[in-house]
T-cell receptor, first 115, second 110 residues
Framework: GAVVSQHPSWVICKSGTSVKIECRSLDFQATTMFWYRQFPKQSLMLMATSNEGSKATYEQGVEKDKFLINHASLTLSTLTVTSAHPEDSSFYIC???????????FGPGTRLTVL | EDQVTQSPEALRLQEGESSSLNCSYTVSGLRGLFWYRQDPGKGPEFLFTLYSAGEEKEKERLKATLTKKESFLHITAPKPEDSATYLCAARSGSARQLTFGSGTQLTVLP
C-alpha cells in the first residue's frame, strides 16, 4: 500500500519557539505533498501545496513566513512553525499524492500544543 | 469556487441499523470524488474514489455511489467499529488539491 508517516506524532512547546514536522512517503515517490490543519470537530483546511524542488503554494490567509515548507526530496516534506503561539495549536496533517495513480494518502497527523 | 457539503453533521445508529451519508458537491469538471474515514486523533484513511455519475464502489459494509450533484455512502448493518468521522472530498478539473466537506460523525451503538 501507500504509507505516509509524520514525525513527531505530538509536540508541546513554549510560545516563541519553532517546531519542525516531517512528512515522509515510505513506499512511493510523491512529487506533490499537501499540508492541512484541522481544529477540533472541524474538517481539514488546506494550508499549502508543496512540490519537490520548488517553492510551496500557500492558500489565502496562510502566512508563508510563519509556516515554512520545504520539499527537498520526492519522499520528504517538512513544515516548520516559526515563533509558535498558542493560537497555532492544532492538528497538522500532511498528505502525499502518488505519481503512479494520483491518489492522495494521508499521514497520521501531528498534534501541536503551544503553551 | 468549489464547494462540498456533507449531511448530517452527526448520526447515531444502533448496531445493524443501515443508513446513508450524503455529500453534495459543486465543482467545475469533477476529476474525482473521494471518501475517507477519520478516527479521533488520526489522519484520514482512504476509502473510495468515484469518477463518473453512476459509478459505485463497495468495501465490506460500505458502498459509495455518485450522481452528477452528490455522492452517498451507504452503511449496511453497521457495527460499533464503524464509528468514525467520514469525510468527503472533491477534486475539480482546475485544481490540484482536494476540497473537503465538514464530515459526518457516525456513532454506532452496540
Amino acid at each position: 500500500g501507500a504509507v505516509v508517516s509524520q514525525h513527531p506524532s505530538w509536540v508541546i512547546c513554549k510560545s516563541g519557539t519553532s517546531v519542525k514536522i516531517e512528512c515522509r512517503s515510505l513506499d512511493f515517490q510523491a512529487t506533490t505533498m499537501f499540508w492541512y490543519r484541522q481544529f477540533p470537530k472541524q474538517s481539514l483546511m488546506l494550508m499549502a501545496t508543496s512540490n519537490e524542488g520548488s517553492k510551496a503554494t500557500y492558500e489565502q490567509g496562510v502566512e508563508k513566513d510563519k509556516f515554512l515548507i520545504n520539499h527537498a526530496s520526492l519522499t520528504l516534506s517538512t513544515l516548520t512553525v516559526t515563533s509558535a503561539h498558542p493560537e497555532d495549536s492544532s492538528f497538522y496533517i500532511c498528505s502525499a499524492k502518488t505519481n503512479r495513480d494520483g491518489q492522495q494518502y494521508f499521514g497520521p497527523g501531528t498534534r501541536l500544543t503551544v503553551l | 469556487e468549489d464547494q462540498v457539503t456533507q449531511s448530517p453533521e452527526a448520526l447515531r445508529l444502533q448496531e445493524g441499523e443501515s443508513s446513508s451519508l450524503n455529500c453534495s458537491y459543486t465543482v467545475s469538471g469533477l476529476r474525482g470524488l473521494f471518501w475517507y474515514r477519520q478516527d479521533p486523533g488520526k489522519g484520514p484513511e482512504f476509502l473510495f474514489t468515484l469518477y463518473s455519475a453512476g459509478e459505485e464502489k463497495e468495501k465490506e459494509r460500505l458502498k459509495a455511489t455518485l450522481t452528477k450533484k452528490e455522492s452517498f455512502l451507504h452503511i449496511t448493518a453497521p457495527k460499533p467499529e464503524d464509528s468514525a468521522t467520514y469525510l468527503c472530498a472533491a477534486r475539480s478539473g482546475s485544481a490540484r488539491q482536494l476540497t473537503f466537506g465538514s464530515g459526518t460523525q457516525l456513532t454506532v451503538l452496540p
